[in-house]
């Protein structure tokens, strides 16, 4: 079996936390396509006096290029920026390993680690949903109270994100308890407003202020078997 983006499956992301490694992913065919963006200033990809630091869309070019490939994720660990994943590339599922990676993970926004023998490797842009929810405007709902509300939103959730935003668990128990109103990025929102309007629910979206950025930063998405991390920056080291 050869090496695919994420061997063959990609669906979204939820946010996530270091300490949360193990989590349940649901994966089906997604319509995001991988992309080519800037390297992270001061990586040249030159070999000098310490490890060899590459693009990381060189390393997965080089990854997927091999053939009956297999990726395997054989540890994570933490480091001051983020998060760093060591993999193992073998020849096929059951063969023997040919030549290990490391990939540091630097400003981690979320993650999701359930799976570390998926696969393949892909990267994402910022346009997956899994990275947009990071730099949408945010927005404010809130609707008229109905039997049949939390279904529509639930419905519309899926539909716009299917699992890669994870509906958020405070606010799902506060609308079950009678409270119409929750936040979130736009494009979501928007979404469950439209699905909210036609059931008659009177939904009211308020936008919020855009947040004033020197450098607006546009995080991408590493999506490995059913596991990814959402970053700002993604930097490759082959290993000996």
Not at 50 to 64: D, H, M, Q, T, Y
């Amino acid at each position: 079996m050869g090496l695919g983006p994420t061997n063959g499956h990609e669906k979204h992301v939820g946010g996530g936390g270091v300490g949360d490694l193990v989590a349940r992913l649901l994966f089906a065919g997604s319509r995001w396509q991988a992309t080519r963006s800037p390297a992270p200033r001061g990586f040249s990809g030159e070999r000098g006096r310490g490890p060899r630091i590459v693009r990381i869309e060189e390393a997965i070019k080089s990854i997927l290029l091999v053939p009956d490939g297999w990726l395997r994720l054989e540890r994570v660990g933490r480091i001051p920026a983020g998060l760093e994943l060591s993999f193992g590339l073998y020849n096929g599922k059951r063969g023997e390993k040919m030549a290990p990676w490391r990939i540091k993970c630097l400003g981690v926004r979320a993650f999701r680690i359930s799976d570390f023998d998926g696969g393949g490797i892909g990267l994402y842009s910022s346009a997956h949903p899994a990275a947009r929810q990071f730099v949408a405007r945010q927005a404010v709902l809130r609707w008229a109270e109905g039997p049949e509300t939390t279904g529509a939103l639930w419905r519309a959730h899926i539909d716009e994100v299917d699992d890669w935003i994870e509906m958020d668990p405070g606010q799902v128990l506060a609308i079950a308890k009678g409270k119409p109103v929750c936040r979130g990025p736009d494009f979501l929102m928007r979404a469950y407003a439209r699905a909210l309007r036609r059931i008659g629910a009177s939904p009211q979206l308020t936008l919020q202020k855009k947040r004033t950025l020197r450098k607006r930063v546009r995080p991408r998405v590493l999506h490995f078997g059913n596991s990814f991390v959402v970053a700002n920056s993604f930097v490759a080291e082959p290993q000996p």
